[in-house]
């Protein structure tokens, strides 16, 4: 697949299934992730995988969280939040590990994980495969950062699902670019004058 045609056809999966990407798939996938940009050369892209057992591990994670931020809720929807860890044959969580109070600035650490997040997808498609990028509550909660290894100054950028597109075609209109760019400092306008003074 050409790169531009990845980037012009990619969009999200409904429904995952089997077969996830094998081994030698992972490795190109992660290959790609760790091109994104990186201010500083801090590279604080970090990739969790999550398959077979470790999913059921992840949703009960997943329910742990749901019932301390949500006591009251029923058995059902506790289940319902276990299933979420079993949409696709393999998760990888993306982190940032972060360096605060350095010269790069935090955001830009974490921008650039997202950026590795978006190459995983993009990489996921061109192999053949597919991905849905989760957040959620779980993303950003203390306790399920820990359960991951991660330490409180880090961030989940992304919780990427990864498998076979199992969905229907769709027919999504994107909104066309151009309604999204504008030109600016390259014409003639009344509002580059300084306050105060008008045209003549």
């Known amino acids: 697949m050409q ?9 999200s999966a409904r429904a995952l299934t089997g077969p996830a990407p094998d081994e030698g ?6 290959a790609s992730a760790v091109t994104a940009p990186d201010h500083g050369r801090l590279r ?8 077979d057992a470790g999913r059921e591990r992840f949703g009960e ?6 019932r301390r931020t949500h006591p009251a809720s029923s058995e059902e929807k506790l289940q319902r939040e276990r299933q979420k860890a079993f949409r696709a044959p393999l998760i990888v969580v993306v982190a940032a590990i972060c360096t605060p109070g350095g010269k790069i600035p935090v955001i830009e650490q974490i921008l650039s994980a997202g950026a590795a997040a978006q190459n995983v997808m ?13 957040t959620g509550g779980p993303a950003y909660d203390e306790t399920v950062r820990a359960a ?6 880090d961030a989940i950028v992304g919780f990427m699902y990864l498998g076979t597109d199992a969905s229907r075609p769709d027919s999504l209109q994107r909104a066309p670019w151009s309604d999204l ?8 306008s009344a509002s580059m004058n300084p306050i105060g003074v008008e045209s003549k």
């Open 44 to 51: 604080p892209w970090r990739f969790i995988v999550i398959r």
């Open 3 to 11: 790169a531009i045609d990845a980037l012009l056809h990619r969009r």
């Open 122 to 134: 993009l990489a996921a498609q061109a192999l053949g495969f597919n991905a849905m990028w989760k």
């Open 181 to 188: 760019v504008r030109h600016w400092g390259d014409e003639p």
């Open 61 to 66: 994670l997943l329910a742990d969280h749901l």
């Open 25 to 30: 798939a992972l490795e190109l996938i992660f």
């Open 148 to 153: 991951l290894g991660l330490e409180g100054k």
